[in-house]
Structure formats: C-alpha cells, structure tokens
C-alpha cells in the first residue's frame, strides 16, 4: 500500500518536527500475561489494521508505505510499584516514534516480578497521531485483548481518503498555520515542550450524574469530558 496522506494528515506531520503528539491508552488486566502470547496477539492484530504496518515516505507528496515496515515493537518490563504505569505512561508520551521507518505504533507491557494469582499486569499501547488518535489506539488495544481471550478478527475494512492532490480539499486550511505576506505557509508552534502526565479519576456518583446530564442533552461523554479539559486548559 502507498496512498498520499490527507490533508489533516500532512498537518499533523507538520508539527510532529516540532511537538510529540502521541496517543497513550492503558489497559490494566486481572492476573498475569504471557509475553510471547501478547507479541503473537499483536501480529495478528498488525495484519487486520492498515495502518498499523506504515511509515511515512516524504519524498515528493508525503505518503503512507507498507514496505520494508517491522513488526510491532513490545517492551516488557518488571514494576517497581503500584504507580510505576503512571511513569511509564509519561514516558511514552515523550518519546517520539520513528516516521520514516515505522510502525506508527508501539507496546509496553509491565509484569509483576514475581506473577502472583491475584496480582496483574498493564498493557500500554502508543500510537503517532499522524495515524491514529486516542480512540483509534483503544481500537487497537481491544483487539489486542480479543485475540488473547481467543476471539476471532476479521480483516478491517479500509476506504478511500481524501488528500492534499484532491482540488475539493483545497480551501481546507489548518489551523496551525500562517500565512506571510510574501511567502508560504509556515508552521506556528513553540519548541517540542515536555508533556506531562496528570492523572484524575471521578467518582461514582460525579460519574453517574455527567452521563445523565449528557443523555439528557443528546451528547457523549467524550465529547463533554473534551470540551471540559478545553475550558480549564485554557
């Protein structure tokens, strides 16, 4: 597969010179998990997702590539305690993946040192978000556990996307860029800042009143809990 990148795709990949724009998800699992099991469940999940065995080659239009991709990377390491994901977590945030030679996506799995019947493991899934976001790496985590609890997958469907050498997305400017008087569109973004990680939980009954609330007013919790971080980011 070689396709062009889309239009908000070559955005993204603008500001990826500039600023790590991972997707992290977490999964915390019951018990523990064979590494050589997750690395297998990863591979036939790589095979079902496009996108999941890309890079990114930037000669002429900057394109999506399927050739010469590895597999997916799994990093396993032994906790140190119970908050060692949150580390964890921040790190991935920080740590770019490699474009140009892929895959745009990578995995951490933390084990107990000594696997207890009633301890547990974290499986952590990163994505670049010139290919995926956060919702798309919950995808590819789902079907990471599906294939461990021995589901079947069928392949993914894949449609045509709309890019950049397609004149109807034109007009369609992002809003990341400026235009100067007299030359072309250059990115306006600070230097690559360090992210941090802040980790909040709601309680039951705070839970159970935003989504009433969101019910009541025909809108999803992701989309309230989005424009919440939004409000108090700004």
């Known amino acids: 597969m070689a396709r062009p990148l889309t239009t908000i795709e070559r955005s993204l990949l603008a500001m990826a010179g500039r600023i790590v724009m991972n997707m992290v998800v977490l999964a915390r699992c019951r018990g523990a998990l064979d590494p050589e099991r997750v690395e297998r469940a990863i591979r036939i999940v790589q095979r079902r997702h496009e996108l999941l065995r ?3 080659v930037r000669e002429g239009v900057p394109k999506f590539s399927t050739s010469d991709v590895p597999p997916i990377a799994l990093r396993v390491i032994a906790r140190r305690d119970a908050d060692h994901w949150r580390e964890v977590v921040c790190s991935e945030l920080n740590e770019p993946l490699d474009i140009a030679s892929g895959p745009l996506v990578r995995f951490v799995l933390i084990v107990e040192p000594e696997p207890e019947p009633d301890g547990g493991c974290e499986l952590i899934c990163t994505t670049d978000h010139v290919a995926a976001d956060a919702r ?3 995808f590819v985590l789902r079907d990471v556990l599906r294939v461990l609890a021995n589901q079947s997958l069928r392949p993914a469907p894949s449609g045509p996307r709309q890019s950049l ?3 109807a997305s034109q007009p369609r400017v992002s809003r990341w860029f400026r235009r ?8 306006s973004l600070p230097s690559r800042p360090a992210i941090d990680f802040v980790h909040r939980r709601i309680d039951r009954p705070r839970t159970e009143s935003l989504v009433r609330a969101c019910r009541a007013r025909d809108v999803d919790v992701q989309s309230a809990l989005s424009i919440a971080s939004a ?3 700004a």
């Open 231 to 233: 409000q108090a980011l």
């Open 54 to 56: 890309v890079r990114v």
């Open 136 to 138: 798309s790496g919950l």
């Open 165 to 167: 050498s397609d004149p």
């Open 180 to 187: 100067e008087p007299s030359g072309p569109a250059r990115l």
